[in-house]
């Protein structure tokens, strides 16, 4: 069986081609040379004979002596076969990954970074069609005895598949390792170029050893101290309690939990640390929530605990089962939904009013004023309100009705905008508004003070920016500007509607 790893794909295909025609053979000395039939095969045994091909040479490349309970191909050949068949497909998109590119400048960056390296490495095809990390595996030389396979299946537990195997059990020794050594040492002066962690490769340079310059650089920038830390910082987040009176959900606050269980993990592959089991998680989790006076988190907490739940060994359950209970997040949610600038008591949202003619009374832009005669004008303008009709004769124009022009708009009013002018409006609305101030009603007050923030600080940079000494301007000052002009501006909404 060891044989049928010398059959390559094109050497089966010239075997079907002599099948086909097996040429010319001795017959009876009357009949000299005669041609012979053909070795008829069927495409499903040629096929099998590929694929088994195929496995003995993974058996031989990974250091297994081949029995025949490993050929079989009802079980461990069609495994096989799947798999061989997505290897293929990955090393024809082996183009398709990119260097992870290191800018860590700290060792806890570093070992992010790492570990993205090695996810590449295990992407990453060389010539063998196998992934790199065969180069970089921990140790160089395989086990003189290898563990034994899973049963029906071409690889070990260890493996998991068989590019598993290849990357555990590949001998360093194979005349294309200085190829894949190569690579990797590229790969490794590429992603590191420009940064401190540079030297450590580029002392391999001459013989371009990935495999020497990744070891160095785990050595001196991985040490155990730094592993320590790492648990040490991610036993600090998963003891870090929640109260819920933060901006911080209960769901960013499981997922840091769930990444310090990760970087602890990748830790304990490096020096010797007891991963918690998922009761033990369960329980350090609700041990951070006691703070948390939420009744609705407090019910998920009993409901935990219940014993007929079986969600006290069950951490990603306990997650799913308290997220939806968050207090920050359904107050973000509410306020979402009922947002506003002002308060809209006494808002009238019916359509725009009509004199008996059926003009709208309304504001007009200067384009849709000038359209109307004398007669049409008055008639608007008798319907307008004493409020709106001062405020057209204050802003000195008619494109709302009352200032007699004829339609015609003097040629500054694009001025009106100055300074000065600017100045003299925000001033009068301003004495205005600040002696009926104490008749409003408290009932709009908080609305009116978050309105009176925004508008404030839109004078304060447009009178700064117009002039410098504006803000001499006491903060008490400031405050009832931007009272005031929200009062007005909660008018102005009301009586335009």
């Known amino acids: 069986m060891a044989d049928t790893a010398d059959f390559k794909d094109d050497d089966w295909d010239t075997f079907d081609t002599k099948c086909q025609r097996p040429g010319l053979t001795q017959g009876t000395a009357r009949e000299g040379l005669i041609q012979q039939l053909p070795f008829n095969f069927s495409l499903q045994a040629k096929k099998r004979l590929r694929v088994a091909s195929n496995l003995a040479r993974h058996y031989i490349a990974t250091g297994r002596e081949i029995e025949a309970q490993m050929m079989i191909h009802s079980t461990v050949g069609k495994v096989f076969e799947i798999q061989h068949e997505a290897r293929l497909s990955q090393y024809k998109n082996n183009d398709d990954h990119e260097i992870p590119k290191c800018t860590a400048t700290t060792s806890e960056q570093f070992i992010k970074w790492l570990e993205a390296f090695n996810t590449w490495l295990l992407l990453k095809m060389g010539v063998r069609k196998c992934p790199l990390a065969w180069i970089t595996r921990e140790d160089a030389q395989r086990p003189a005895t290898l563990p034994a396979l899973v049963a029906g299946k071409p690889y ?32 490794l002066e590429e992603a590191t170029r420009g940064t401190r962690w540079h030297t450590s490769v580029t002392t391999h340079s001459r013989k371009r050893d990935g495999r020497a310059a990744y070891t160095q650089l785990s050595s001196n920038h991985l040490s155990d101290d730094k592993w320590d830390k790492m648990i040490d910082d991610a036993k600090a987040v998963i003891d870090k309690s929640w109260s819920g009176n933060t901006s911080i959900t209960l769901e960013s606050h499981i997922d840091n939990v769930r990444k310090a269980y990760q970087d602890m993990s990748s830790a304990a592959e490096h020096v010797a640390h ?122 000195g124009y008619n494109g709302g009705g009352g200032n007699r022009s004829n339609g015609k708009r003097k040629k500054t009013w694009r001025h009106k905008k100055s300074q000065k002018s600017f100045k003299s409006q ?47 301007m006491s903060d008490k000052a400031k405050g009832e500007l931007a009272m005031a002009a929200a009062v007005k501006i909660n008018q102005i909404v009301k009586k335009s509607s």
Not at 161 to 169: P, Q, T, V
Not at 427 to 454: I, P
């Open 274 to 395: 007891q991963m918690p089991d998922d009761r033990t998680k369960v329980k350090d989790l609700l041990k951070t929530l006691e703070t948390c006076e939420n009744s609705g988190v407090k019910a998920a907490i009993a409901n935990i605990k219940l014993p007929t739940n079986n969600l006290r060994d069950d951490f990603e359950g306990a997650c799913k089962l308290l997220i939806p209970e968050c207090p920050v997040a359904k107050k973000i949610t509410v306020s979402k939904k009922s947002m506003r600038i002002s308060d809209t008591k006494g808002v009238s949202f019916d359509l725009p009013k009509k004199t008996p003619s059926g003009l709208d009374v309304r504001y007009y832009k200067p384009r849709e004023w000038k359209r109307f005669n004398r007669d049409q004008r008055d008639e608007i303008d008798a319907h307008r309100t004493p409020e709106d009709k001062a405020r057209v004769q204050q802003n």
């Open 426 to 472: 925000v001033s009068a609305a301003v004495k205005e508004q600040l002696k009926n101030r104490e008749k409003e009603e408290t009932a709009n007050k908080k609305d009116l003070q978050e309105l009176a923030g925004f508008v404030g600080s839109l004078i304060s940079d447009a009178a700064e920016s117009k002039k410098p000494s504006a803000s001499k």
């Open 156 to 187: 070990t537990e260890e493996g998991g598949s068989i590019l598993g195997d290849m990357i555990l059990f590949y001998d360093h020794d194979h005349p294309l390792y200085p190829e894949d050594n190569k690579a990797v040492y590229a790969a």
